[in-house]
């Protein structure tokens, strides 16, 4: 049974400098988010995918940020020009995509922007 | 509208019972618990539908109020394993619209 899986686990980035993580759902799920979790808060919603669509974004997600989904399978999320508040982890869930169902989280992706 | 937890925080002793509260001020069309490890990432434990039944499997039950727009969790004869922080993520909307709006937490502690 694999769930979802996110590369890498870890990236450590200085300010300025691009990073593009990935993000591979559970096989059969139609609909993919990204969420960005900082210490002590909940997930917060950036965007999601209903398979290649992209049908939501957040207005957290500046002009430096970019996702995409091609395909309708893996996803990538890039931030361009990092910033130190850009640190944080950042996760992806998956879905069947029937209103609203559930949604199963990955490891994330811990950015650290030095 | 971020939904608001309530406690922030609880420690309990192993077979005490606990209850979790998530309150927004809109309508709400779902009521979705995660559980988070520290360092893990959020395990889902229950959805709850406008209009649906009180849902739970083992010890761990939830309900919704649609008139309060508030959904509660209960965790009963609570184990060890049970420790780490409980979020409730909300759905105004059905269909398209597919974020959730997630609570700060409520940090569980189970001692032994």
């Known amino acids: 049974d694999t769930g979802v899986s996110q590369n890498p686990r870890h990236k450590i980035t200085k300010r300025g400098q691009n990073v593009t993580f990935r993000c591979d759902p559970i096989?059969?799920?139609?609909?993919l988010y990204w969420y960005r979790q900082t210490l002590g808060q909940g997930p917060e919603f950036l965007t999601y995918f209903q398979n290649e669509a992209q049908l939501e974004k957040s207005r957290l997600l500046s002009d430096r940020f970019s996702a995409e989904r091609p395909k309708g399978s893996f996803s990538t999320l890039e931030i361009q020009r990092t910033e130190q508040g850009d640190s944080a982890m950042y996760l992806c869930?998956?879905?069947?995509?029937?209103?609203?169902?559930?949604?199963?989280f990955g490891p994330g992706t811990r950015l650290t922007v030095t | 509208q971020q939904p608001v937890q309530s406690p922030q925080a609880v420690i309990l002793r192993e077979g005490e019972d606990a209850v979790i509260n998530c309150s927004s001020s809109?309508?709400?069309?779902?009521v979705h618990w995660y559980r988070q490890k520290h360092g893990e990432a959020p395990v889902f434990l229950m959805i709850l539908l406008k209009g649906g039944e009180q849902k739970g499997h083992d010890k761990i039950s939830a309900s919704f109020n649609e008139k309060k727009q508030q959904s509660s969790l209960y965790l009963t004869a609570s184990q060890l394993s049970y420790s780490g922080t409980y979020f409730c993520?909300?759905?105004?909307?059905?269909?398209?619209?597919?974020?959730?709006?997630f609570g700060k937490g409520t940090k569980l502690s189970v001692k032994p």
């Open positions: 993520g909300t759905a105004n909307y059905g269909g398209s619209q597919g974020n959730l709006i």
């Open positions: 809109k309508a709400l069309y779902s």
């Open positions: 096989s059969e799920h139609n609909r």
């Open positions: 869930a998956s879905s069947l995509g029937a209103g609203s169902d559930e949604q199963y």
